[in-house]
């Protein structure tokens, strides 16, 4: 069975700071992994994924993630967050080998940023 | 590009009715869409997997006489959730796979369900 752990509930960061949001992953075959932000009352809205090639993936707003196979993790980063960036973020698997073509969730971390 | 839309995105209806929530692709075509449900501050949990034409798939624990998926055309699926209680007050949400292959699920902006 494929999971997705979030260690942390919430992450505070002031504003200008680096900013990471941790993920674990447990998969049996090569995972899709995918990073998500969901706003207040909103649907999720895509910020990045990995499949294949770059450990190091760029997606929106200046998010990048780094896939890292050893330690089975995929964490979000920023190098300068703002207040705007605050909001709920989502990371998922995708198990290959299950054929499943749903994403598995995580519990969501909290991301505050403070001005 | 790649835009879902969910319809309402509020409902409140009252104990033992049943309440319909559309999820469109507006300019593509989805083989595929997803539901899920979403408690306050929790993950997404998926319910359904329907396929264009045919049957959902349902997660296990989820009833499949109570949440209704219809998936009658490319761009359209349908939940209904039959004679609705007050614990099947949450948010809803839908996201569609495209035909392209790629594997980005885009997700629909929600339909806050209230059973009062």
């Known amino acids: 069975a494929q999971s997705v752990a979030q260690p942390e509930d919430q992450v505070n960061v002031a504003e200008g700071n680096p900013l990471t949001v941790k993920c674990t992953y447990s998969?049996?075959?090569?995972?899709?992994l995918f990073w998500y932000v969901q706003y207040p009352n909103r649907g999720l809205q895509f910020l990045l994924k990995?499949?294949?090639?770059?450990?190091l993936v760029k997606g929106s707003y200046g998010f990048e993630a780094e896939f890292n196979k050893s330690q089975t993790s995929f964490h979000l980063k920023k190098p300068s967050a703002l207040v705007s960036d605050s909001a709920l973020y989502f990371c998922?698997?995708?198990?290959?080998?299950?054929?499943?073509?749903?994403?598995?969730f995580g519990s969501g971390t909290r991301l505050q940023v403070q001005p | 590009g790649a835009v879902v839309s969910q319809h309402p995105s509020r409902v409140i209806c009252k104990s033992g009715t049943s309440v319909k929530i559309e999820c469109r692709s507006l300019d593509f075509q989805a083989t595929t869409m997803f539901w899920y449900r979403q408690f306050p501050k929790k993950s997404l949990m998926l319910m359904a997997t329907s396929n264009e034409g045919s049957k959902a798939t349902y997660e296990q624990g989820v009833e499949k006489d109570k949440f209704l998926i219809n998936h009658a055309s490319l761009t359209l699926s349908t939940l209904t959730v039959t004679s609705a209680h007050p614990e099947d007050s949450s948010f809803y949400i839908c996201?569609?796979?495209?035909?392209?292959?790629?594997?980005?699920?885009?997700f629909g902006p929600g339909t806050r369900l209230t059973v009062t």
């Open positions: 998922a698997v995708r198990d290959m080998r299950t054929g499943r073509r749903a994403l598995t």
């Open positions: 996201s569609a796979r495209g035909l392209t292959g790629r594997d980005e699920q885009y």
């Open positions: 998969v049996s075959g090569n995972p899709y």
């Open positions: 990995y499949i294949t090639g770059d450990n």
